[in-house]
T-cell receptor, first 115, second 112 residues
Framework: KAGVTQTPRYLIKTRGQQVTLSCSPISGHRSVSWYQQTPGQGLQFLFEYFSETQRNKGNFPGRFSGRQFSNSRSEMNVSTLELGDSALYLC??????????????FGPGTRLLVL | QKEVEQNSGPLSVPEGAIASLNCTYSDRGSQSFFWYRQYSGKSPELIMFIYSNGDKEDGRFTAQLNKASQYVSLLIRDSQPSDSATYLCAVNSGGSNYKLTFGKGTLLTVNP
């Protein structure tokens, strides 16, 4: 079974621009979570989507947004980029249907550099 | 702000020794606890999860959970150089199984 895929793997942008990152979950997984990883703050939860609806949200400003499509693929968007947005953006997928806790499987990440 | 704290490290152990990694959490409502391993430049991969108080063993790894003390640990027996990585403790938060709060990680180096 193919794992979680993320595109692009690397991205360089300048301040003020916007960026869109994509995540395709494991086949059959309907929940996609997004995380930001930086050396200073570690891994921080951005949001989680299930069945095209945002189900959980972290403490990030409104410049960070996401969506999920009917095939469970998800995108996240960051508008008006700031230098501090430079980070590794990871997505993770699970089946998401409730019940016992599930393992989140991470994709390889998109490394974003804002200049 | 719900927090997860890990021993800051870095932790260095000789090959064959036991490595002990610790984690405390602040959200008493947390029910699910995960240990991930992250090699440099790679994404996190799950080592173990634990939901019930006590010990859970999987090969060379043992996770220990004490909900009363809000403490979870990971022991790695017979440590190998290939175990050298950053270990991340994660806890479900906000009453959701799909929102994880991570500690900042402990860098483990196993010396041959």
């Amino acid at each position: 079974k193919a794992g979680v895929t993320q595109t692009p793997r690397y991205l360089i942008k300048t301040r003020g621009q916007q960026v869109t990152l994509s995540c395709s979950p494991i086949s059959g997984h309907r929940s996609v979570s997004w995380y930001q990883q930086t050396p200073g703050q570690g891994l921080q939860f951005l949001f989680e989507y299930f069945s095209e609806t945002q189900r959980n949200k972290g403490n990030f400003p409104g410049r960070f947004s996401g969506r999920q499509f009917s095939n469970s693929r998800s995108e996240m968007n960051v508008s008006t980029l700031e230098l501090g947005d430079s980070a590794l953006y990871l997505c993770a997928s699970t089946r998401g249907a409730g019940g016992p806790p599930e393992t989140q499987y991470f994709g390889p990440g998109t490394r974003l550099l804002v200049l | 702000q719900k927090e997860v704290e890990q021993n800051s490290g870095p932790l260095s152990v000789p090959e064959g020794a036991i490595a002990s990694l610790n984690c405390t959490y602040s959200d008493r409502g947390s029910q699910s606890f995960f240990w991930y391993r992250q090699y440099s430049g790679k994404s996190p991969e799950l080592i173990m999860f634990i939901y019930s108080n006590g010990d859970k063993e999987d090969g060379r790894f043992t996770a220990q959970l004490n909900k009363a003390s809000q403490y979870v640990s990971l022991l790695i027996r017979d440590s190998q150089p290939s175990d050298s990585a950053t270990y991340l403790c994660a806890v479900n938060s906000g009453g959701s199984n799909y929102k994880l709060t991570f500690g900042k990680g402990t860098l483990l180096t196993v010396n041959p």
